[in-house]
């Protein structure tokens, strides 16, 4: 699963409720986060939500500093596995006045490599997500464990139609820097056809953004010819409130990947 949790924006305490009713729900293996704040008293919304969970989560970590010396922004783990091994890195990208340096997190979980990350968030900032995802891409490589059960599985909120540039290259429909690479983008192998938007303005806190629906939080496996890995189902979840409010702006994504 893999939602943006949209940091501590409106309503956190009850929304913060609406995420872990929605995980509960679904029972997810492993879970994807995005706009994570740790506080400088090492408070960090990832470990609330994993405590509050039904299921025992491990969580593994990553942020950039926020302006001020007020805390960590960045993307969090939650795995029912104990977390063996984790690593992070800076993505390209300046420091704004309205944003905050990005980041990709590894955490080695079950045998399993998972990455969750978040690219800069602008319509105009293809560029700058371009250069990310090649950083990512060697990221993956450099960390992944080729002998792993599944191939690597990236996840997050690329702030990218499908059909840009930055989503291309990572579906291998696009060459970057002299380069190419192939992951399976879960929800058009088996999302059922449909649009599977994330951002969308039936949800009210989306809607006061006054930006369009679209689909940009993924799910991407990596593949291997022993098709161990292979995507089975993708559906948007935290698509409704179920305990009163909106779990986040985005809606999230959850994905059956297949172990044999």
């Known amino acids: 699963m893999t939602l ?16 872990v009713a929605w995980i509960d729900r679904l029972t997810p293996d492993v879970v994807s986060l995005q706009e994570v704040i ?11 939500i994993a405590e509050a969970a039904a299921a025992d989560f491990h969580v593994a970590y990553a942020g950039e500093p926020l302006w001020g010396d007020i ?4 993307n ?15 993505l390209a990208g300046e420091t704004k006045p309205d944003d905050v340096r990005r980041c990709v997190l590894h955490a080695r979980t079950g045998g399993h490599d998972v990455f969750a990350t978040h690219l800069n968030w602008k319509f105009d900032d293809g560029v700058t997500r371009e250069t990310q995802v090649q950083e990512i891409a060697s990221f993956v490589d450099a960390h992944g464990d080729s002998a792993a059960a599944l191939p690597p599985i990236l996840a997050g909120d690329f702030n990218a139609e499908p059909d840009a540039t930055e989503i291309r290259f990572l579906t291998g429909s696009a060459t970057l820097g002299g380069r190419s690479v192939y992951y399976q983008d879960a929800w ?7 649009p ?14 006054r930006e369009p629906d679209r689909r940009i939080d993924y799910v991407f496996v ?15 979840v935290c698509d409704r409130a179920i305990t009163g409010t909106f779990a986040s702006d985005h809606f999230g994504l959850l994905v059956e990947i297949a172990t044999d």
Not at 196 to 209: K, L, M, V
């Open 222 to 236: 990596g593949w291997r010819h022993d098709a161990k890995g292979r995507v089975e189902s993708a559906r948007v």
């Open 4 to 19: 943006n949790i949209w940091n501590i924006l409106t309503d956190w305490p009850a929304r913060r409720t609406e995420i």
């Open 188 to 194: 058009r192998v088996a999302g059922g056809g449909g």
């Open 76 to 90: 969090a783990v939650l795995s029912r596995w104990p977390v063996d091994e984790e690593h992070s890195m800076p």
């Open 38 to 48: 740790e506080s400088p008293d090492g408070q960090n919304q990832a470990r609330w």
């Open 71 to 74: 805390g960590l922004f960045g």
């Open 196 to 209: 599977g938007i994330t951002w969308d303005n039936r949800n009210p806190y989306a809607h006061a953004a």
